[in-house]
């Protein structure tokens, strides 16, 4: 069952890895590992809401999804996205721009050097958000405590989260602009381009988050109606069947699901600008985390409950927002990219340790399965 489901991941990861030490030797083998590692973690959460809509899809839709959906997702969001990033900061055409990735990397790398600031301003924004709108809201299950619970109750002061990202872009533009003044003024300029490429990312994730909400009001439409349909079932007698969404309610599932992935695609593709400016080893390392987060889906609907680990969502998303300070920070100074991927998994690994430890606690008291927060916590999502 594990082979069948993760064969074409194995596979796929075999070859990325090859590919990587014939492109760029070891270090390049190592920063790819640490891509892949990171887009899976920061992505599962992804793969357990995915699994819980997908479930109640048909098998026409189901197909869809983990084919045509697959697509979108490896090639056009993991592969394109990247190469488009790159392309609009450093005023490129996409074509040029793997052109010179491939032929002529160091004025390839002059370029992508002379627009990170934008990159890492956008980016910054973009993840920042999504830790801070994760941090600041009220949940049953805490990691952290002494960090998570005063923060959740700062966080029911409306619109927190913007208004401090907004304070955190206008200190990072004036101190790169102060920098900059103080070594003779050659970047300058590009601070009123760090101000807007930093509003740039906010609204970006506005508006991802505006379409993922619209999306979610429609499956919690259909789920209304199968709760009505089964009271109505309890008042008549008649049995129910649980809920296969078909059709136009399918394609608004397809269509959410596909925003939704976006969404944490974009988390990956920032983030993996913290750690490298190479097209080749962000392809190859988010591709190979893509699949696997395809195959832990699949694993879910058929089989699955890694939901259990109920800290690994609080590990992706420290995660993110160490990497949202990261980016920001090499706005104006260089941080090696073995460093900056080390944080993450880092972070990622205690999690996962933490919830081990636990679920082994939650054991030896006898309450492992009377613990119903965890649930609730898991599928409650970001």
């Known amino acids: 069952m594990l082979l069948k489901t993760f064969g074409w991941s194995f596979a796929i990861t075999a070859l990325g890895l090859v590919a990587a030490l014939i492109y760029g030797g070891w270090q390049a083998l190592g920063v790819v590992a640490i891509l892949s590692v990171l887009e899976i973690s920061l992505s599962f959460d992804n793969a357990v809401v995915n699994a819980g809509i997908l479930k109640k899809m048909n098998a026409f839709w189901q197909k869809i999804f983990l084919t045509v959906g697959v697509l979108i997702a490896v090639f056009g969001m993991r592969l394109v996205f990247p190469v488009v990033i790159v392309a609009v900061t450093a005023k490129l055409g996409p074509i040029e721009a793997i052109d010179l990735s491939f032929n002529d990397p160091d004025r390839?790398?002059?370029?992508?050097?002379?627009?990170?600031?934008?990159?890492?301003?956008?980016?910054?924004?973009?993840?920042?958000?999504?830790?801070?709108?994760?941090?600041?809201?009220?949940?049953?299950?805490q990691w952290l405590r002494w960090i998570e619970r005063p923060l959740a109750k700062l966080g029911k002061v409306d619109m927190l989260s913007v208004c401090i990202a907004l304070i955190v872009l206008m200190v990072s533009a004036m101190t790169f602009a102060t920098q900059a003044h103080q070594h003779g003024g050659g970047h300058a300029d590009k601070a009123e381009t760090v101000l807007l490429a930093g509003i740039a990312g906010l609204i970006t994730y506005l508006i991802v988050g505006g379409f993922s909400g619209y999306f979610e009001n429609k499956l919690e439409e259909e789920e209304e109606r199968e709760h009505e349909a089964e009271e109505e079932a309890k008042r008549t007698g008649k049995k129910v069947s649980a809920l296969v969404l078909s059709g136009k309610a399918a394609f608004f599932m397809f269509l959410y699901l596909e925003v939704l992935d976006a969404s944490f695609s974009f988390d990956g593709v920032i983030g993996a600008f913290a750690i490298t400016n190479e097209i080749v080893l962000m392809a190859l390392g988010l591709g190979i985390g893509a699949m696997y987060v395809r195959s832990l889906t699949v694993y879910l609907v058929r089989q699955g409950t890694l939901d259990d680990y109920v800290y690994l969502e609080h590990g992706a998303h420290y995660a993110i927002g160490a990497l949202a300070v990261i980016l920001l920070v090499t706005i104006q100074y260089e941080i090696n990219e073995i460093i900056t991927g080390l944080v993450g998994v880092v972070l990622i690994a205690w999690s996962f340790w933490s919830s081990v430890r636990r679920n082994k606690a939650l054991e030896a008291e006898g309450g492992g399965g009377g613990d119903n927060s965890s649930t609730s916590e898991v599928s409650a999502g970001v």
């Open 108 to 141: 390839y790398k002059e370029l992508v050097t002379d627009a990170h600031p934008a990159i890492a301003s956008f980016g910054g924004m973009f993840l920042l958000m999504i830790f801070l709108d994760f941090i600041f809201e009220d949940r049953d299950i």
